[in-house]
């Protein structure tokens, strides 16, 4: 098993992404901090089955990514159980779509607040773990709309890009004590924030894609568990596009 013995810390886990990254991690041997925001009795029953399952351990933390206190006490929680961390997937995000001239203040703070400034916050705390054992993994989820710019997405695509040069900065001042940082740029995966895209914007982002139809979350979980494991010791600082070749 790829992550026998490790111990991840991953964001985002109640759906898409998130969930598949941490059943994939709990299939892998890995033991799993699950962080959501919100509790759910129907996750509670879902990781439960997962653990026994793959006989691990699923520890479910609840916390609001916009509460910079509850993003403390989460790390805190994790800190208190002494267990090294080996992981880190920062996989939660948000999107609220706006074109330029009607995008709000209030939209960009609350874009950023969930899917760049709380995480970094979250990745100070438990990246100390790390830096200790002098070893690591820190992945992060960008997107190709950081990348290549998409209509309607000022607000996802610039956050997204905060975190692709945050992802090659944090590389260059951690790779020295042993901690790697990479970040995938996923396409259009079918998720539920992709279900709520219009037809005509679906029809055409599938027009540019090689593959010719959304990826799954899955597939994206694939990557995120190899940059996690030992078989990417020798990579770091990438962002690695997961888009069936839209370009």
Do not use: H
């Not at 894609?209 to 568990?225: H, K, M």
């Amino acid at each position: 098993m790829l992550l026998k013995s490790m111990t991840a810390v991953v964001t985002g886990c109640l759906q898409g992404i998130g969930k598949a990254t941490l059943e994939l991690f709990a299939q892998s041997g890995a033991t799993v901090f699950a962080c959501c925001q919100n509790e759910d009795e129907t996750f509670n029953f879902f990781i439960q089955q997962l653990a026994d399952k793959y006989q691990t351990e699923i520890i479910p933390l609840y916390f609001d990514l916009q509460d910079s206190e509850a993003i403390k006490q989460a790390a805190l929680t994790i800190q208190k159980t002494r267990r090294p961390i080996d992981i880190l997937a920062n996989i939660a995000g948000a999107n609220f779509d706006a074109n330029f001239q009607m995008v709000t203040l209030e939209q960009l703070q609350k874009t950023f607040t969930i899917n760049f400034f709380s995480q970094i916050a979250f990745t100070q705390y438990i990246a100390r773990s790390m830096l200790r054992q002098k070893k690591g993994s820190i992945i992060n989820i960008s997107s190709i709309s950081a990348l290549d710019g998409n209509p309607g997405q000022l607000a996802y695509a610039s956050a997204k890009a905060a975190w692709t040069a945050a992802t090659k900065t944090l590389s260059a001042e951690l790779a020295p004590q042993g901690v790697r940082v990479n970040a995938v740029a996923p396409g259009v995966i079918s998720t539920a924030m992709t279900e709520s895209l219009p037809p005509a914007v679906m029809e055409r982002q599938m027009a540019r894609c090689e593959l010719g139809r959304p990826g799954l979350p899955e597939e994206v979980a694939q990557t995120i568990l190899w940059l996690a494991s030992d078989l990417s010791s020798y990579t770091t600082g990438q962002v690695i596009r997961i888009d069936g070749g839209i370009g």
